[in-house]
């Protein structure tokens, strides 16, 4: 039972480079997120899915892309990568029913942006 | 839109002594509540959730919390903190209003726990 597996779990990229971050769950999830951890500003919604093949932005989704075209993965892109990128990426899944239903949660991707 | 405010970016206690994490929450109905809790490079752990059927909520590691409506907090307690508490605690509300059902987290509070 892996739960929401993320990879790479670090990278360091130069400026204006680009990657991508996957987001594998198990779960038969519907929804899934990605949020962003920076010190003293916990975790901040970047793009959400709320289902296979469709996708959304968040709070702070300026100069990233997602897409879900299976419903067990979620990917994060950065096409130009910028300092200000540098954080912590959290990938979580939750299934449908009511508002108290946990969101389960990967171990997360240390990206720093030189 | 519903949000917390946790008060405390760092709190420090003696090993066997009480542990207090307080949480804020603003909404104009019920929400639904949560603490995770996130070990030094780990992804974050639920702890325990609210759901309505008890103010009082057991979670996992001998943590609680209570559920005030008059004081809108869910304030997270352990009676006798270990060192293996050690690590950063996040308060959470489900959004209620919107379709994507995202938790809003507040700002997190780092726990030290002294020998």
């Known amino acids: 039972n892996a739960g929401v597996t993320q990879t790479p779990k670090f990278r360091v990229l130069k400026t204006g480079q680009s990657m991508t971050l996957l987001c594998a769950q198990d779960?038969?999830?519907?929804?899934m997120y990605w949020y962003r951890q920076d010190p003293g500003m916990g975790l901040r919604l970047i793009h959400y899915?709320?289902?296979?093949?469709?996708?959304a932005k968040g709070e702070v989704p300026d100069g990233y892309n997602v897409s879900r075209l299976k419903k067990q993965n979620f990917l994060l892109g950065l096409e130009s990568a910028a300092p200000s990128q540098t954080s912590v990426y959290f990938c979580a899944s939750r299934r449908t029913g009511g508002l108290n239903t946990e969101a389960f949660f990967g171990q997360g991707t240390r990206l720093t942006v030189v | 839109a519903q949000s917390v405010t946790q008060l405390g970016s760092h709190v420090s206690v003696s090993e066997g002594a009480l542990v207090l994490l307080r949480c804020n929450y603003s909404s104009s109905v019920p929400p639904y509540l949560f603490w995770y809790v996130q070990y030094p490079n780990q992804g974050l752990q639920l702890l325990l959730k609210?759901?309505?059927?008890?103010?009082l909520v057991k979670g996992i590691n001998g943590f609680e919390a209570e559920f005030k409506k008059s004081e809108t907090s869910f304030h997270l307690t352990k009676p006798s903190a270990h060192m293996s508490d050690a690590a950063e605690y996040f308060c959470?509300?489900?959004?209620?209003?919107?379709?994507?059902?995202?938790?809003?987290f507040g700002s997190g509070t780092r726990l030290q726990v002294q020998p």
């Open positions: 779960m038969n999830h519907e929804y």
């Open positions: 609210y759901t309505s059927a008890a103010t």
């Open positions: 899915s709320v289902g296979e093949g469709t996708t």
């Open positions: 959470a509300v489900s959004e209620k209003d919107t379709g994507r059902r995202a938790l809003t």
